[in-house]
């Protein structure tokens, strides 16, 4: 069941880096994908939010510093890179750096050292992520840098957002809470009244598609598959499997968008997915 579901994850992640992108390049707007994932999920966590009552158990200030780190400014951040750099850059800059921002983080904000073997791994990481610059057989770094520091701060936010979690014990349902019902509550509103939206020129099929993968994919399916894979195998192997999310995004990107990479840039996916999967050991080795 872990395996299953931590291999449900790595699906989920690389296919909702194709659904962002295709998002980025039809009608419909950043701020319509934003509307989306806050609105739809909304609706459907509402239910259960309203039987657990997560907010007695969370105090005001952690309510408030977990829907900043979940908030519109980190989805737009993302969405937003979707419309300079292509699907691959999303799980390069994002997910394949997101293990040497957490160290980091760790470092700083924990007071959790690094041994020499996760500083090497590191180093591999960020060579594989600014190699992937060099691959300018079918990209232009001079169009997707933007984007790409885009995705950077995404995962800087998503990777605050996993050292809190970790520190402060938080339960799904009060993540839940605050990546759905807080930010709808602001954003929605803001949205309707005084920000672009492309709807009117989309397809019922863009809009399906973006329905699906912006409100209840990885709100929803993928926060319960990522607590079901902790519990049967464990993070640092639930995270291990995650090291498969950049090289599966640039191959769907490239067999459903037609967003090919040269061989610098699957070279660099090669080095990325090699140090993800050492970082994850070292971890490992550390924690034992």
Same mark, same amino acid.
């Given at each position: ?44 966590? @509402? ?9 007695? &158990? ?9 829907? =900043? ?54 180093? @591999?990481?960020? =060579? ?29 936010? =998503? ?95 490239? @067999? ?10 699957? &070279? ?21």
């Amino acid at each position: 069941m872990g395996i299953f579901c931590a291999c449900v994850i790595v699906m989920i992640w690389s296919t909702w880096l194709v659904a962002a992108r295709a998002g980025a390049l039809s009608p419909i707007t950043t701020y319509d994908m934003a509307a989306l994932r806050y609105g739809v999920s909304s609706i459907v966590a @509402l239910p259960f939010l309203l039987y657990f009552k997560p907010w007695k &158990t969370l105090s005001v200030k952690r309510i408030a510093v977990l829907a =900043f780190l979940l908030s519109p400014v980190y989805i737009l951040l993302v969405f937003g890179g979707f419309n300079f750099a292509p699907a691959a850059h999303g799980g390069i800059f994002m997910n394949g750096g997101l293990p040497v921002i957490t160290l980091a983080l760790g470092w700083f904000l924990l007071k959790e050292r690094a041994t020499s073997f996760q500083l090497a791994c590191a180093v @591999l990481i960020l =060579f594989g992520t600014v190699l992937v610059v060099a691959d300018t057989s079918h990209f232009s770094f001079r169009e997707s840098w933007l984007g790409d520091l885009m995705f950077v701060g995404g995962g800087i936010f =998503f990777a605050i957002y996993m050292v809190i979690n970790r520190r402060w014990q938080l339960k799904n349902i009060h993540v839940v809470l605050c990546g759905t019902i807080v930010n709808a509550v602001f954003y929605i509103p803001v949205w309707y009244f005084f920000l672009p939206k492309g709807f009117h020129e989309a397809t019922q099929a863009q809009i399906l598609v973006q329905t699906f993968y912006q409100g209840i994919v990885p709100n929803l399916i993928g926060l319960l598959m990522v607590a079901t894979a902790v519990r049967h195998i464990g993070s640092t192997a639930t995270s291990a499997f995650m090291a498969g999310v950049p090289g599966l995004g640039a191959l769907l990107g490239f @067999l459903v968008l037609g967003e090919a990479m040269g061989w610098i840039g699957w &070279t660099a996916i090669t080095i990325l997915t090699i140090g993800i999967l050492l970082m994850n050991y070292a971890g490992q080795r550390k924690s034992s």
